[in-house]
């Protein structure tokens, strides 16, 4: 199902189906940190889906360990790069297979501080948005390259070094969405997430 060169993209809708158990002691308190039991639900489908996504594209052990910075990969699996991304009622989770790759989601809402914010964490070259939708585009490729090259936020206001590839996603009307693979395209197969019903 995964074959080299290719990036899968799942797009799971987080207000549908059970809430499965934590996966472990460390993802159950991050669940129970969360404010509502509504945004507990859906971290806890999130992160759900990313194991049983994992599980249909390798037969290594679900042993999670982190890099730098927090970014988590597949202690038994290296080969096999995901990421995972959420925002409201939505996630995307995103797997390739020996490329690094980020993936970005934002829910587009009102932001008043949107040129601000840009000013402040975008890096240099980037043109100011014009407006909401525009801001929340560039977000999610700037944040999901951060990802991808797994520095997170700690990268905010550089660009990484290396060649990276941005694809935006068409996920819907309320939503912004990018994903970012270290190296040359590759062609994106785009699924919809039917677990956890």
Known sequence: MLNTGEVHVWRVRLDRGKTPA?????EAA???RLVTPALRQRYLRAHGALRE?????????LAF??????????V?????????????????????RDADVGVDIERIRPLAEYAAIARRYFPAGYTEPRNVREFFGNWTRFEAM???????LYGAGSTPEGEWTVT??????????ALVVAGQARPVVMHD???GE
């Open 22 to 26: 934590a996966g472990s002691a460390e």
């Open 30 to 32: 991050r669940a129970e």
């Open 53 to 61: 996504i994992l599980a249909q594209v390798t037969d290594a052990p």
């Open 65 to 74: 360990g982190t890099r730098e910075h927090g970014k988590p990969h597949l």
């Open 76 to 96: 038994s699996s290296p080969e096999v790069r995901f990421n995972l991304s959420h925002s409201r009622e939505m996630a995307l989770v995103a797997v390739t």
């Open 146 to 152: 951060l990802k991808a090259h797994g520095s997170g």
């Open 168 to 177: 935006e996603l068409a996920i819907g009307p309320r939503f912004a969405a």
């Open 193 to 195: 997430y039917q677990g």
